[in-house]
Nanobody, 126 residues
Framework: QVQLQESGPGLVKPSQTLSLTCTVSGSSITTNSYYWSWIRQPPGKGLELMGVIAYSGDTYYSPSLKSRTSTSRDTSKNQFTLQLSSVTPEDTAVYYC??????????????????WGQGTQVTVSS
């Protein structure tokens, strides 16, 4: 069974870039038909799918965040990363990495992903 663990700073200053890493065990991130995602939940709000990187390396980003978001991977470490630029206090949230085995169909959502990390709290504040 795949397991995921988020890591990164818990506090980021406004205008800086938030960087998180997800370390995967139990499967290679290049295994066919696996999709790897970043999802966040701001306080008092619902889940928001931010971006997806496929086993092939193809990426998808939420239209609302596309200009500020990028995701990449390090296959030698079996990790994938999130970068969110120009953060504001509105980016304060619990950030999750999650996985799906099986083809994804548009429109994508957080509900498409069945295996989740425990989440990491990120606060944007000066």
């Amino acid at each position: 069974q795949v397991q995921l663990q988020e890591s990164g700073p818990g506090l980021v200053k406004p205008s800086q870039t938030l960087s998180l890493t997800c370390t995967v065990s139990g499967s290679s991130i290049t295994t066919n038909s696996y999709y790897w995602s970043w999802i966040r939940q701001p306080p008092g709000k619902g889940l928001e799918l931010m971006g997806v990187i496929a086993y092939s390396g193809d990426t998808y980003y939420s239209p609302s965040l596309k200009s500020r978001t990028s995701t990449s991977r390090d296959t030698s470490k079996n990790q994938f990363t999130l970068q969110l630029s120009s953060v504001t206090p509105e980016d304060t949230a619990v950030y999750y990495c999650a996985a799906r085995l099986g083809r994804l169909f548009s429109p994508f959502s957080a509900a498409d992903f069945g295996s989740w990390g425990q989440g990491t709290q990120v606060t944007v504040s000066s």
